[in-house]
């Protein structure tokens, strides 16, 4: 069985930074892209940033130049690195895999404080 686990979200100051990590274990094969979605409370679920294969990057126009995704293939995760937080980063940060079909974590909780 598929299970994707994240790490690394917390309480930030707003102008701080969090590195969220995404670890994905058991027998996944065939990953394309890879990303980070997020939900805050009374909201839709939406992208925050994706990696394809190849390394290139994708990121929502909210985040852009504050975060930074990257991926280990060799180690099948995916990092995220939040810099210059707002209170609108503010919600449930999910990765996600693509397969041929998509697998999610859990969820980690991020919260940025004014």
Known sequence: QVQLVESGGGLVQAGGSLRLS??????I???NTVGWYRQAPGKQRDLVATIANGGRANYADSVKGRFTISRDNA???V???????KPEDTAVYYCNFRTYVDYWGRGTQVTVSS
């Open 22 to 27: 995404c670890a994905a274990s058991g027998r």
């Open 29 to 31: 094969f065939n990953i």
């Open 75 to 77: 180690k099948n995760t």
């Open 79 to 85: 990092s995220l690195q939040m810099d210059s937080l």
